[in-house]
């Protein structure tokens, strides 16, 4: 078969395929519909081997005509989804039309980016990062709104109403950890596993995901693509981009299954080995991404004094809040052979500042809850309690004791750590540890009399104090701007109300228990604050800012009074 014809057969495949994924969409949504009039069981069964049938055919003819070199990513990605499609067609049909319905959404969007009006889209996206950022997030949230709104997500099988789904969706995304409804109970595997995947995707960022696949597809990246990507992974641009991505890639594999296996020996004690499996996945996803969101009854207060468990979890926790950049850093440092080995100083700065968080809010939660929401609990299950708490205020969001219990003391500290949360390229939310160490350096530098900031032997520019000043007052207005709304709505305290606004702009996802009694508008500005802290104001202004010629203009210095 000639070059043109060959083409000309995958255009009508492709076509058949973009056809098929609609009606798999409407197979999966509108399920109650299809019933009416026809066996549901039926139509999903043929709409999976349909979908299987495509695939295959699709497959074939890039085997027979290989065409370009990136073709050969392509079939082995296709081959991996056709395997997954027949191994799961025999457990459940719908997974089937699910996971091949991702498939061709993302060939889709991969068709109206690269593709449609000569590549212009994706063009437009990467002029602009921050706002390539934003979007991301979006369609992602849009996405799992819609999958969480479908009868099949339901363990009753009905649809969710539309803010609470965009509010789980919202809470998933970007990685913070605060729900409506009880996941273990009210959505159904097929549900908790659309959670699973949007807390994945949100995790790594969609944008490290995306880019990943044009490589793979065999895009160019743009400088200013390249730029954002560095700053969302958190890597040095002294890296290949590639490089750069398949470590995140398989520090993110690694950690999570190293963490499933060791929550395995827990989970193994109490469920039958498939659902300890499951459960073990899903923690160790969670824990990592610090997402926080647990499927079992209560999140983690059953185990409050299992040493298994508070290990996995916090560790997890503990490996995703540091950062990419920082673990391949401390990777390379480790296992490097050269006899020169050092740690970059944002490495230094994060693994300082995250130690002496998490000491601090240990040894403040171990003493003021000591006869309050710890009250009754052994020693070692109070020492356990405290450091899961100082680890899980950290953007995580799982909880071993009851923070409606928490003394006003504790939820001081607990919006402290909230607000400071993760550190850059990670994937939990807040100001992050290097802005407050910023912060703390310049504080320093005030008292003793020196412009210059400095901590390791290197000076620190004084861009980077310009830049954590800005981010500290922008995050602190838009919690100001949010909680005022909030308490003209809702009807809860004030402090209840602030410790959810802060959590939800840190990601965190704690609460006082208050979530699931918000109104539609409080929901809907709490997943606004979720959005907010996971993409971070300075991407946001960045965004909208009107960039316009500037002229170099030096004006008369005079001083002001401060303070």
Known sequence: MNTSKARSLLAKVEILAYVLAVWSFLVLFFEPVISYYADYTQVEYFTAWANLAVLMLTIFNRVVNPGEKKQKGLILFDV????????????NAKFVVFFLLIRQTWYIIQFLLFRAFDGRLYKLLTGNPPVTVMLSFILVIF???????????????????????????????????????DVGSYFSLFGQIVILLLIQVGGLGLMTISTAFAIVLGQRLTIKLESAIYKVVGGSQSLNVLNLLKNTMFVTLIIESLGAAFLYIRFS?????????????????????????????????????????????TGLIILGGL????????????????????????????????????????????????????????????????????????????????????????????????????????????????????????????????????????????????????????????????????????????????FEAVSAFGTVGLSTGITPLLSTLGKLLISLLMYVGRIGPLTLIYAFAVRQGTVNLSYAEEKIAIG
Request: proline fraction near 3%.
């Open 323 to 498: 950062g990419f950049n920082v673990i391949i850093d401390l990777q390379h440092y480790i296992f490097r052979k050269s006899k020169v080995r050092k740690l970059a100083l944002h490495s230094k700065i994060v693994l300082l500042v995250t130690a002496l968080l998490l000491v601090f809010g240990a040894l403040t939660f171990f003493f003021t809850e000591y006869n309050g929401a710890m009250k009754g609990f052994s020693v070692s299950n109070r020492i356990l309690a405290s450091w899961f708490q100082s680890v899980t205020t950290r953007t995580a969001g799982f909880n071993t004791i009851d923070n409606g219990a928490l003394c006003r003391a504790s939820l001081l500290i607990t919006m402290f750590l909230m607000f400071i949360g993760a550190s850059p390229g990670s994937t939990g939310g807040g100001i992050k540890t290097t802005t407050f160490a910023v912060l703390v350096l310049s504080i320093k530098g005030m008292f003793k009399g020196t412009r210059d900031l400095s901590i390791f032997n290197r000076r620190i520019p004084n861009s980077n104090s310009r830049e954590a000043t800005s981010l500290v007052v922008l995050s602190a207005t838009i919690i100001f701007i949010v909680l005022f709304f909030l308490l003209l709505l809702e009807p809860f305290s004030f402090e209840d109300l602030m």
């Open 269 to 313: 004690m109490d469920y039958p080995p498939m659902k300890a499996f499951y459960y073990s996945i899903f923690h160790a996803v969670s824990a990592f991404c610090n997402a926080g969101i647990s499927p079992l009854p209560g999140n983690l207060s059953a185990y409050v004094g299992d040493y298994i468990v508070n290990i996995g979890i």
């Open 80 to 91: 991996f989804i056709l395997v997954m499609g027949f191994l799961l067609i025999f457990y």
């Open 143 to 181: 996405l799992g709104t819609i999958l969480l709104m479908m009868p099949a997500s339901s363990a009753q099988g009905k649809v969710t109403a539309p803010v609470d789904a965009l509010f789980i969706a919202t809470s998933a995304t970007c990685v913070t950890g605060l729900v409506v409804v």
